[in-house]
């Protein structure tokens, strides 16, 4: 016995078997290690994980649709039921205040996400049916057939988690095993999850080798869970270089895989609206832009402002709140150096620091709020290094002259998650902002108006993607039933098959009323013979 | 002057610039070239191409979708009025029959293709609009922004040629412009339809440089055509070294990359139905393995027959047809060499040849068709040499020992475009047949009951695509309309933008009935405030 905690492979939870290492939280603000230690698991321990979840998989996609709904109804209420706990220890692990946050918003966030997949499931949303009477072919998506790693990021423990979030609950609702690679930065968290979800999932009888959690895995191993034929698909939240490495490795496999990597959500501030509004909306970037210590996928990085003395007005208030921003904290020394080097590689392209910034020099993992600004002239020069993304909370001010200037700064846009657009409520900005969301449509995920990028609802016509380098796929969102779940799903055509070896939902009698489309118009009611 | 056909480059029909060689057709049944010299671009030639398709992409994505209608309609009416000139060169370069085949098959089927993207653009149904008014989120599938390449096959001159087949017509009912490689083994036909694209798109009113054709581009350029940020997506279909070749490529750069590759179509004859009607299956799988000389992706090239006395009769009846079998005619040279070194590696693997088979040994690409056999405990030995694809008339029998050696056949095969269960009428299969469904399902893309999978239906019920290494993404189809479309799409989600500033399809007032997700029901009404 190493006095380390279990790992749950296989069906139950375990003590390690050939780890390479170990890993602990820490308490942010003081840089100390916190709770007990957790295995980092070598390459025997994922090869038992991926063995366990491919030998479940043929069952587990063969499930009663309802079970699994069940699965994630009591996970949910499990969480419930333990929701102090959980952001106790989220909070102690990641420095993310209790209220207003994990208490409070992220863990219904999280847990009105399995709720909605569980909705999903009963109503069939995500599988698409489609029936072709008079060709005698009909199509639902359905479950892989082999198993998902889902690996989570560092800046929700809760809502992003590998064995509680949008991934996790989007693979288990398509009927796919999860092999959840949570991020050793909250291990303590997920082990709570990870019990509670366990035995939610033996409650609702299904396969107790259907869910796995890892804490740590060494980069060599990471070819296990992501580069070969077993695995059936890949959700990655976090950083772009390893989540570039990672999908090198399933692109060579042929393993699909969803990577929400890098974004920095360029906001537009049009000329009117900083007329009419200019202070209020440099309190509202400042929010945004602070707000989680900067920590969020759709973090407002970059403005466009226009070089009039509306947008300098605008700037000077920015600035003053930076200026007057306490110390933040962020999750760990490696998101701190990540941000320096980034706000080095910013300045070393022309940015110059215009407010806040300066290291505090203490223990843990604190920064001070920076804003820094650039001409439009030299940031159209060298677009690609002034749009490193600067994780937490520092801003981008890019002074633009003029609507074509503008323009161009936007067709300059790498793909993002987000594009963000203030206008005059007079309508004497429209024009402009029509002209910029014909260039920003195609370049991001989830364009917005008036409204900063940080809040992501669960809403069926979200998308939390983007073109890449964004994501991996321009076609998908990884928040937002039912189209997250698609995401691990196959598509599966029956052609002159009989009714009675159909799958129940594509048959001709529909008790459930589910939608379907039928002859090229949808319908909740019966189809052919019965219809 | 060279005096090589010209390129569609750019907007116009032009000479080659720095062509790097030349490519000709050639009479299959004799070997000899025939028709004009053709160029091979090089690198400047599909530089301007890509430019071209570039600096158009933000135009046409633009469009309004009735030009789209009006262009994909007219060019369906132009092939229409030139069909009978069109099966007379395709013809002459493939060597498949003018009927029934090129002229009354494939041509039609190629004007319906074009069609049914003329309606999905009208009745928006691959673009799936999704409206949550209580949270002020739209969404609607949209352009990708980019131009998208499209390689074609050697086996479709009409119905997947880059310049008219499903992947061309999904590219641009998305409102993407396409750069077309169409297959060097027909140039006149390609052509010949460029031509009439070409003056389709003009007389619709749109940009002239929204369709390109190249003939032959030299592997060298290829990263210009799927490995770089200015490409939206890819469509190919083709072999699998050459599709895994350019993958690789296209997955470096983050560009989607739609393959179809590859497949032997599994076919299970149960003993019921072997008992009841072997003859008439004999006949009836020689026929489909030999089809246009086997040369389909749905080809069945690989048969599962149990070791009955019914399942010996069976083989007896098809080696039969397959040694009095006429000699046939492959596209190519290269289609021959390709086909015998599958015939010896599967040999080598323990196949044996029980009919057919040998080299015709005259001029032109003539082949046997040939029928080999393998025990089912030495295909469990090495599955992967004995999936190897055989692309032509050549089919190998497996044979079973009990429903349990089946079934652990069926585990062992890759990705397939089909499974295909054959059971008697009587019910008395049923079991049997069911417990392989649930093994084949997820491990192909359409699965068929008593039917031969050579028949491609396009029918938006219909999956031609399955898991890797069939095609690069399980969750896509590249031939039924509207979800061949998707896959060259981008998810648009709209925050909080007010009516006016979004797209017609996705506001509250719908005029056109289109049918529309609101609030988690299908309507065709209004939404919102109108709704």
Chains 1, 2 share one sequence.
Not at 306 to 313: K, L, N, S, V, Y
Not at 493 to 501: C, G, K, T
């Amino acid at each position: 016995m190493s006095g380390r905690q279990q790992v749950l492979v296989a069906g139950a939870w375990r003590d390690e078997v050939e780890p390479i290492g170990e890993l602990r939280a820490h308490n942010p603000a003081t840089g100390e290690p916190i709770g007990p230690a957790y295995p980092v698991s070598g390459r025997r321990e994922v090869e038992d994980a991926v063995a366990a979840a491919v030998a479940v998989a043929e069952t587990f996609s063969a499930t009663d649709p309802e079970r699994i709904a069940a699965f994630l109804e009591g996970y949910a209420d499990g969480i419930e039921a333990e929701a102090d706990a959980l952001a106790e220890v989220a909070n102690a692990e990641t420095g993310l205040p209790v209220s207003p946050r994990l208490r409070d918003v992220e863990l219904p966030r999280t847990t009105g996400q399995l709720r909605q997949a569980v909705r999903a499931v009963r109503e069939w949303s995500w599988a698409d049916p489609v029936i072709d009477t008079a060709g005698g072919l009909r199509s639902v998506f359905g479950p892989l057939g082999k198993p998902v790693t889902v690996f989570g990021p560092n800046n929700f423990p809760f809502a992003f988690n590998a064995i509680a979030g949008s991934d996790f609950a989007s693979a288990i609702a398509a009927r796919n095993p999860v092999i959840a690679k949570v991020h050793p930065l909250h291990p303590g968290t997920s082990e709570k999850l990870g019990r509670i979800a366990h035995a939610a999932l033996v409650a609702a009888g299904l396969p107790a080798a259907a869910i796995q959690l890892l804490y740590g895995v060494d980069p060599s191993c990471s070819d296990l869970l992501v580069g070969q034929g077993a695995i059936g698909g890949v959700g990655f939240t976090g950083g772009r270089s390893g989540g570039l490495a990672l999908k090198a490795q399933a692109d060579a496999a042929g393993v699909p895989f969803y990577a929400e990597m890098s974004s920095i959500n360029p906001v537009f501030l049009l000329e009117g609206v900083l007329e009419q509004r200019g202070e209020a909306l440099a309190q509202e970037f400042f929010a945004s832009c602070t707000m989680g210590s900067g920590q969020f996928c759709t973090n407002p990085g970059l403005l466009v402002v226009p070089r009039t003395a509306a947008g300098d007005a605008f700037v000077a208030a920015a600035a003053s709140r930076f200026d007057a921003a306490p110390e933040q904290v962020l999750f760990s020394g490696d998101g701190k150096r990540h941000l320096n080097a980034a706000v080095d590689a910013l300045r070393a392209a022309g940015a110059e620091r215009i407010a806040g910034g300066g290291d505090p020099d203490r223990p843990g993992y604190w920064v001070r709020p920076e804003l820094l600004a650039v001409d439009g002239a030299r940031f159209l020069a060298d677009p690609a290094s002034l749009q490193t993304e600067a994780f937490g909370p520092v801003g981008l001010v890019v002074r633009s002259d003029g609507h074509e200037q503008a323009q161009a700064i936007a067709r300059a846009f790498e793909g993002n998650l987000t594009a963000t657009l203030y206008r005059a409520a007079d309508g004497r900005d429209d024009a402009a902002a029509s002209a910029l969301i014909t260039l920003l449509r195609p370049r991001v995920g989830r364009l917005i108006v008036d409204k900063m990028p940080t809040g992501v609802a669960v809403s069926p016509a979200m998308n939390h993607g983007g073109p890449y380098p964004a994501t991996g796929h321009p076609g998908f969102t990884s928040v937002g039933m039912p189209g997250s779940i698609r995401r691990f799903a196959g598509l599966h055509s029956y052609d002159n098959v009989p009714d009675a070896l159909l799958p129940p939902v594509l048959r001709d009698r529909n008790p459930g009323g589910v939608w379907r489309r039928i002859d090229g118009e949808w319908s909740t009611g019966d189809a052919g013979a019965a219809g």
